[in-house]
């Protein structure tokens, strides 16, 4: 018994000393995350409760920044801009992702140089591209119509037209984002063991029976694992919308992120602002918990 009790005790003398010695690597990293994590969040859902505008004295409101929100028509159309716009950012990408995927799966001559030409758009800055888009867009002026014409088609207002605008920006994030699933879907594909295929073929299965009984169930993990990428990237889209549209024509592609920035820095109305931050907050963190269902059912086999 005085065995057991001695050796217990350097064990337990052992154990305490690591754990003073976790939490003094640990606690520098937590007060950095409280400073620029929760703090900042905890005072935009105060100042979401005080009806404050810059210059002038905050008034504490309660609930009605949020009670005004769910009455508000343009921040409720701004919500339904972000959904749409965000379903085809996605939806699109992730198609044509794929397709290359399996394309430039494929042994063929000048493999390497053509995957390299088609990833380079992923490469540029946003800003650079809605600057370069905004240009091809023009009514007039731009190659896109241009290039309609060639081909006998009418020319299009593309993003001065308020059906046509949302669809136009999505025309950006296809091309700017599909080099990115594609390299996503390429490393799944390069990953897949040969056994299963040399057994189709074997077997007399065909291109499509191996693509929809092979291929897709095996490397439909990465195809979600794109999804998730691509929808939180479209869901937080700022920067194109707003060099190309600025949430134009009227409010047609006015996203929360644009709604959210013209209450907080051109109207200044300050407790509004950071009550659709938090609306937003919720929104994002809905969305992300079935997202990650979705990536969770996902099956590796």
């Known amino acids: 018994m005085t065995t057991t009790a001695t050796a217990t005790a350097p064990r337990s003398g052992f154990h305490a000393r690591r754990r003073r010695h976790y939490f003094l690597f640990v606690t520098p990293a937590l007060v950095v995350v409280g400073l620029v994590i929760v703090f900042p969040w905890l005072f935009t859902v105060?100042?979401?409760?005080?009806?404050?505008?810059?210059?002038?004295?905050?008034?504490?409101?309660?609930?009605?920044?949020?009670?005004?929100?769910?009455?508000?028509?343009?921040?409720?159309?701004?919500?339904?801009?972000?959904?749409?716009?965000?379903?085809?950012?996605?939806?699109?990408?992730?198609?044509?992702?794929?397709?290359?995927?399996?394309?430039?799966?494929?042994?063929?001559?000048?493999?390497?140089?053509?995957?390299?030409?088609?990833?380079?758009?992923?490469m540029a800055t946003p800003v650079a591209v809605a600057l370069v888009w905004t240009m091809m867009f023009h009514p007039q002026q731009g190659v896109l119509n241009y290039l309609l014409s060639v081909v006998g088609l009418p020319p299009s207002l593309w993003v001065y037209s308020p059906t046509l605008v949302i669809p136009s920006l999505v025309l950006v994030e296809i091309w700017h984002w599909t080099p990115l699933v594609m390299l996503i879907v390429l490393g799944g594909l390069?990953?897949?063991?040969?056994?299963?295929?040399?057994?189709?073929?074997?077997?007399?299965?065909?291109?499509?029976?191996?693509?929809?009984?092979?291929?897709?169930?095996?490397?439909?993990?990465?195809?979600?694992?794109?999804?998730?990428?691509?929808?939180?990237?479209?869901?937080?889209?700022?920067?194109?919308?707003?060099?190309?549209?600025?949430?134009?024509?009227?409010?047609?592609?006015?996203?929360?992120?644009?709604?959210?920035?013209?209450q907080a820095f051109a109207f200044y109305n300050v407790g509004n602002a950071s009550a659709v931050v938090v609306v937003f907050f919720v929104i994002i963190l809905l969305l992300a918990l079935l997202l990650l269902h979705v990536r969770q059912r996902a099956q590796w086999t």
């Open 190 to 262: 390069a990953a897949l063991p040969t056994e299963p295929y040399e057994s189709a073929r074997m077997d007399g299965a065909s291109e499509w029976q191996v693509f929809r009984y092979l291929t897709l169930p095996m490397v439909a993990p990465f195809i979600i694992l794109a999804a998730v990428i691509r929808t939180i990237d479209a869901v937080k889209a700022f920067d194109t919308i707003y060099v190309i549209s600025q949430g134009g024509p009227g409010t047609a592609s006015e996203t929360i992120n644009l709604y959210l920035y013209l």
């Open 46 to 122: 105060y100042m979401s409760v005080f009806d404050w505008k810059i210059g002038s004295v905050a008034h504490f409101v309660g609930l009605d920044n949020y009670v005004q929100l769910a009455t508000n028509r343009r921040f409720l159309e701004s919500i339904v801009h972000t959904f749409y716009f965000t379903l085809l950012a996605v939806v699109f990408p992730l198609l044509f992702g794929t397709a290359a995927a399996l394309i430039f799966h494929r042994e063929f001559p000048f493999r390497g140089f053509l995957r390299s030409v088609f990833t380079m758009p992923m």
